[in-house]
């Protein structure tokens, strides 16, 4: 995949669909599982942020955003995704009913970007894989840190699903998710972007079910098939039937019977670094990037 193409088998408008349509007040518990994680990896950053974005909190996480503004109570938050209704409906959620405490006494939140270049940390959990257009949002989340902010993301890796996908291909079904992006790949992309020392890792988790039914209702909450060749129209109750019947072959001896799907989850974790000049016989430099230049001491490229 090639740095500012969409993943090959995502459908764009199918993911703009899932990312307006409504969710329930909680995010899914996943999710908050993901961001509980990522959390831990927060204790090796020295930096405390006086401004920090969350993008995507309605389903990044609702509990993750309470946990950050305890670890970081002076810093100013700010609400924000591609899509600013979701963003109100997050600010909403956080704030609480007009007769609640928290509304009047709680941290104030903000919806939207702060202005650019001053966000200290952009916190981004398990989003990146539902986007139709991944170079161009890490270059939007580039431009709204500050130099040396640092930007905190996890994501669905390629094994996710694998047991599902296995059971599909034997069907000769499409298959049941769009193809995830390798934690490498996502790292080549972060340097493209323009940030610096990305670092990556991933971890797998297992998740086991009693059955068919509950497997479905988890994962219709954390998502949609987004695959471009995905089954087109409904499809009937002897459909349903059949693919409960698929879902039985998940099941594992060593784990009771119980059904068994896997997920791989990628963190990631990159600074943007100060910007450097060329060295040329003429460079012009942008007020912008003079001011963030003066602010962090950067130094001038010996690249030509």
Known sequence: MSAPDRPPSLDPVAAARWARCCVGEASPWLHEEVASRMQERLEFIKLQPTRWVHWGARQGGMLAHAALQKRYPQAQAWLSSEHPEQDLAAEAL???????????FGPRLHSGMPPEGQAHMLWANMQLHHAAQPQNLLKTWHRAL??????MFSCLGPDTLRELRDA???QGWPAPAHEFTDMHDWGDMLVEAGFAEPVMDMERITLTYETPERLLAELRSWGRNLHVQRFSGLRGRRWLAQL??????????????????????????ALKPSPRVPVSAQAAIGLDQMRQMLRSGARISDKV
């Not at 956080?94 to 009047?104: C, D, E, I, S, V």
């Not at 500050?146 to 930007?151: Q, W």
Request: proline residues 2%.
């Open 244 to 269: 409960k019947q698929v879902l039985m072959t998940l099941a594992k001896p060593e784990e009771g019977g119980r059904l068994t799907l896997s997920f791989e989850i990628v963190y990631g974790h």
């Open 146 to 151: 500050a130099v040396d902010g640092f930007l």
């Open 94 to 104: 956080l704030q609480g009913r007009w007769w609640q405490a928290k509304r009047w």
């Open 168 to 170: 599909y291909a034997q």
